[in-house]
């Protein structure tokens, strides 16, 4: 998933969004979670590094968004 995201992030134009689904799955229950087994972490680490190229916005459900700012 964080391969991925960075791939993406790099063919993606400045002002393009990138969206990510399934932010706050998880297939285990509350306590027991896996966390090499969630995209979460995965999507937190992305938004980390790259936190000066780009704006993330709230969205429904369990989605994420996020709008690069800069290349």
């Known amino acids: 998933m964080l391969t991925d995201a960075v791939l993406a992030f790099k063919l993606l134009k400045v002002g393009g969004l990138l969206i990510f689904d399934d932010y706050l799955w998880k297939h285990e ?38 709008r690069k700012t800069a290349a």
């Open 29 to 66: 229950k509350n306590g027991q979670e896996d966390f090499y087994n969630m995209p979460k972490p995965a999507i937190d680490a992305f938004v980390t590094l790259y936190q000066r190229k780009l704006t993330v916005f709230g969205a429904p459900l369990y989605q994420l968004y996020v």
